[in-house]
């Protein structure tokens, strides 16, 4: 397994490292589901274990997964490993009893909730886990502040920034001045990463690093998925009824992933080391983060590792997606 700093720090991370969203298990904000059909602790112990033993040295957390869940989880199955690791985990969408969960107050809670969720005296990188500060971005100041002194008081090592749009990310890094930032990106999708786009430049000119989550799709890159039968996700899974795994765009994919397959071979192996070694292509991309639910698909996440992809096999999957 290769390793990358973050930013300007000294921390390196396995360049394939884990997310653990699935961990969360199911679970609703304001009536929506933002979680995952449940899952097995036994299994995710296995594949803990296995990607542990195999290199991978960097989790990725929230304290809205599971509502805590997901970190308690994770530091059940790390264990005595828990301080070996480096750990990312978010605040930001748990609202709790607060108005904005970028209040300094609940932002100071729920990093110390989160501290004994993973059995830990200090997080490694701590992230804003969205843009959206308020109206007018009243909580910006005042969250960025206490984010600050948390890291003065040593609670947290790096502070992080995720964000779904370019023009959250050029409004907040100035003022935040994140080591990491971290949105989705694929092969599907890449457009803040590209040559010439406002984050890549952010990235460059600030020395950052990019995590990328959903690098595979949500499993769309592996071929998982047959637009005659399109998946039906269970009650409470956040992929319910999303437009990604109808048939029309199952059917829109599939030309896509058939010059995927003609090119690098059509095993879920394969198909997830184009995937994956596509964005760490990037120099900017700190880590890719694929979330997980067993051993196998851990297995399959980093038989990726150490396969870097060429100049021309980079391009030839560029100019497949390039619709």
């Known amino acids: 397994m290769k390793f990358r700093k973050l930013g ?15 961990m969360g298990g199911k679970n609703w904000a304001k009536g929506v589901s933002i979680g995952w059909a449940d899952v097995d602790e036994s299994e995710i112990q296995q594949a803990v274990d296995y990607a542990i033993d195999n290199g991978v040295n960097h989790f990725d957390n929230a304290d809205v997964y599971g509502n805590g869940k997901a ?29 904005h969960a ?3 107050a609940h932002i100071r809670h729920q990093c110390e909730q989160s ?30 502040e206490v984010m600050y002194k948390l890291k003065e008081e040593g609670k947290i090592r790096l502070i992080g920034q995720s964000a779904y749009r370019n023009e959250d990310f050029v409004k907040l890094v100035p003022k935040v001045k994140p080591d990491v930032l971290q949105s989705f990106a694929s092969a599907m999708g890449d457009g803040f990463l ?7 430049k952010l990235l460059e000119e600030n020395q950052i690093s990019f ?10 890159l592996l071929d998982k998925y047959d637009k005659k039968n399109p998946p039906k996700f269970e009650e ?3 992929r319910r009824g999303s437009d990604k795994f109808s048939a029309e765009n199952l059917a829109k994919l599939e030309p896509k992933l058939e010059k995927l397959k003609e090119k690098f071979g059509g095993s879920n192996e394969e198909l997830a080391r184009a995937a994956l070694q596509y964005l760490l292509h990037y120099k900017v991309v700190g880590a890719v983060i694929p979330g997980f639910r067993n051993l196998k698909q851990v297995k399959v996440n980093l038989s990726a590792a150490d396969n870097p992809l060429n100049d021309e096999e980079f391009e030839f999957i560029k100019t497949v997606f390039s619709d």
């Open 8 to 22: 300007k720090s000294e921390i390196k991370v396995s360049e394939i490292s884990l997310g653990c969203w699935t």
């Open 71 to 99: 970190e308690r989880m994770l530091a059940r199955v790390l264990g005595s490993k828990i301080n070996d690791v480096v750990i990312a985990t978010k605040v930001g969408w748990f609202q709790g009893t607060a108005e």
């Open 102 to 104: 970028y209040e300094p």
């Open 115 to 144: 501290l004994i969720n993973l059995k830990r005296d200090y997080i490694d990188l701590y992230y804003f886990h969205h843009g959206n500060f308020g109206s007018n971005d009243e909580y910006l100041d005042e969250a960025v």
């Open 194 to 200: 590209a040559d010439g786009t406002p984050v890549r």
């Open 211 to 220: 995590v990328a989550f959903g690098p595979l799709g949500q499993g769309l």
């Open 236 to 238: 409470g899974d956040h």
